[in-house]
């Protein structure tokens, strides 16, 4: 795996998580 594919799938992750727990207020992240 390269590191900027690595980077880029992390950034996504965090990004998807920060939404969720901004759509949901119950989670516990």
Same mark, same amino acid.
């Given at each position: 795996?390269? *590191? &900027? #594919? &690595? $980077? *880029? $799938?992390?950034? +996504? %992750? +965090? #990004? %998807? $998580?920060?939404? $969720? ?9």
């Amino acid at each position: 795996m390269n *590191i &900027r #594919v &690595r $980077l *880029i $799938l992390g950034v +996504g %992750i +965090g #990004v %998807i $998580l920060t939404f $969720l727990a901004k759509k949901s207020p119950s989670s516990s992240v």
